[in-house]
Each structure stands twice: as C-alpha cells, then as structure tokens.
C-alpha cells in the first residue's frame, strides 16, 4: 500500500518523536543508576556488624537524611556486575537512613524484606545521602528506575511533603 506524501512525512515524524520521548525516558533511568553506581555495596551482614562500631564510628552513630535500595539475591557475591540480577528489590527514604535500613533488617521494618532475609537471601544495601527536601523526588526516582513497584514498592514513593 502506497501512502501520499504529507502522510509518509507525517508517520515519520511520529515515528522519530516517539524514539525522542523513549530515549530520553531511558536515559532518566539509567541518569539515576548511574547516580547511585558508586555507592558502596553494603552486605547486610556487615552492615549489622557495624551498626555499633568502635568509638563512635558505626552506622548508628553516623546517621543522616536520605533514600535506600535493598536488594534481595539468592547467591552471595554481589558486585557491580551482577547488582541488577536481584530477586526482590526494596527502596525507601528516611530522616535516619541508617536507623531505617537497620529496622527493615531486625524485623522492624518492611516485613517482606526480614522474611527474605530470616528463609535465605542475602540482601544487600546503598545508602545515598541527600538533604531532606531531595528525598521524595529521588525516592520516586529511584522506584521508576528499578521498576520496584513490581518488587516490594507498594507506591511510587513520596509519601510526606517535604520543603
């Protein structure tokens, strides 16, 4: 089937406006990955041996404003090239990151996340700190990324007003 002219053109340029709109939706996720990919791989179990520290280093004591991701594997050794092959993935935000991250590992937090943990999983974690203003957006961020909401994320994130 043959088109006119002004019709071929017009399909054309539907055609490249929607490859414009599909690059730059990619682009964003892969902007905010990127964003945390040099953020420190936490295994749990370090994490939790940490908690405390010596003289006031632990994770406890170094508590601040900002977003999570928790990711849940069924292997052990997680680096940057396997980090995206998880089971289960989970993200938050908190005035007390680290408070927060350590609640979801003791059973005092996401249920869904301790039980993993308790029947097997390694879980895994990155803190990114942000001013507390900054984290409903890269909460929300951060979920569109890791498509979570197909994961633990209930919602796409956000939940307070922060200003």
């Known amino acids: 089937m043959e088109y006119p002219a002004d019709v071929s053109l017009s399909l054309l340029v539907i055609f490249f406006l929607l490859l414009l709109l599909l690059r730059i939706h990619f682009s964003k996720k892969a902007k905010i990955k990127r964003k945390i990919s040099?953020?420190?791989i936490i295994y749990y179990k370090d994490f939790e041996r940490n908690w405390l520290g010596t003289?006031?280093?632990g994770y406890k004591y170094n508590d601040r404003p900002g977003c999570y991701v928790i990711t849940l594997y069924n292997h052990r050794f997680v680096n940057r090239l396997n980090y995206m092959h998880y089971e289960q993935i989970y993200i938050g935000q908190s005035q007390n990151v680290c408070?927060?991250?350590h609640n979801?590992?003791?059973?005092k937090g996401k249920?869904?996340?301790y039980a993993d943990i308790k029947y097997g999983l390694e879980a895994y974690i990155r803190i990114i700190p942000c001013r507390e203003k900054k984290m409903n957006d890269l909460e929300k961020q951060l979920i569109e990324a890791f498509n979570a909401t197909k994961s633990y994320?209930?919602?796409r994130g956000g939940a307070k007003d922060r200003k």
């Open 104 to 107: 979801h590992l003791n059973g």
């Open 99 to 101: 408070q927060r991250v």
């Open 38 to 40: 040099g953020k420190k």
């Open 55 to 57: 003289d006031g280093s």
């Open 153 to 155: 994320n209930r919602t």
């Open 111 to 113: 249920g869904d996340v």
